[in-house]
Nanobody
Framework: VQLQASGGGLVQARGCLRL?????????????VGWFRQAPGKEREFVAT????????EYAAAVKRRFTASRDNAKNTVYLQMNNLRPEDTAVYYC???????????????????WGQGTELTVSS
């Protein structure tokens, strides 16, 4: 499966933005999807994950109650709605996918074998 992340940009603190991860190649409903981010000079970290049917989500503590992952499998797209953004959310955001046979969520980058190219978010104070 090929992944294309989009929707990044420049936003002011306390603003909101929605990222998209569009898939092609296979039915997206076969895959759990994760969002990760990498800030300048830091390692890539987990942000959120959503199960193949979208029934289960999991979030990093730093984004819980501010970010929401969702998906539309009919459109082969996963979304990350980001509200109340902070300067520390500035990073390149990546989506990743892993075929699963259950409704599992995966919160480690090593679990994923397909990655998008990343989309950059800058939050100004």
């Amino acid at each position: 499966v090929q992944l294309q992340a989009s929707g990044g940009g420049l936003v002011q603190a306390r603003g909101c933005l929605r990222l998209s991860c569009a898939a092609s190649g296979r039915p997206f409903s076969d895959y759990a999807v994760g969002w990760f981010r990498q800030a300048p000079g830091k390692e890539r970290e987990f942000v959120a994950t959503i199960s193949r049917a979208g029934r289960v989500t999991e979030y990093a503590a730093a984004v819980k109650r501010r970010f929401t992952a969702s998906r539309d499998n009919a459109k082969n797209t996963v979304y990350l709605q980001m509200n109340n953004l902070r300067p520390e959310d500035t990073a390149v955001y990546y989506c990743a996918a892993k075929a699963t046979v259950t409704g599992a969520t995966l919160n480690t980058q090593f679990s994923y074998n397909y990655w998008g190219q990343g989309t950059e978010l800058t939050v100004s104070s």
